[in-house]
């Protein structure tokens, strides 16, 4: 069973950065892709980017888009977000999560929940006004 754990988050001024990162244990996966999901108070998680291990192939969504960066390291099984430029409205609960198969990168599935089989619990951004 595959574990998920998320670092970085913390309190940050608008217009400052952070760097999240997301490290896998328990298992490895010889192919499979990784993203980043955020929930703010009162509403839906949402996708925030993801990133295709066996090429480095990413997506992001509109919202962060020039902003945001996600990378990997496969070496020690961890992703990150760095996140640049922050907003108030950035304010979230960050989620990693792992689809193990890659069925996510069929086309319109990337924002889908349901195709990341691990997820982690979830670490705080708050973005200051």
């Known amino acids: 069973q595959a574990q998920l754990v998320e670092s970085g988050g913390g309190l940050v001024q608008a217009g400052g950065s952070l760097r999240l990162a997301c490290v896998v244990s328990?298992?490895?996966?010889?192919?499979?892709?990784m993203a980043w999901f955020r929930q703010a108070p009162g509403k839906e998680r949402e996708f925030v980017a993801a990133i295709r291990w066996r090429d480095g192939k990413t997506n992001y969504a509109d919202s962060v888009k020039g902003r945001f960066t996600i990378s990997r390291d496969n070496t020690n099984n961890a992703m990150y977000l760095q996140m640049n430029s922050l907003k108030p409205e950035d304010t979230a609960v960050y989620f990693c999560?792992?689809?193990?198969?890659?069925?996510?990168?069929?086309?319109?599935?990337?924002?889908?929940?349901?195709?990341?089989?691990?997820w982690g619990q979830g670490t705080q951004v708050t973005v200051s006004s």
């Open positions: 328990g298992r490895t996966f010889s192919t499979y892709s």
């Open positions: 999560a792992v689809d193990p198969i890659g069925r996510s990168w069929y086309p319109g599935r990337l924002n889908l929940e349901y195709e990341y089989d691990y």
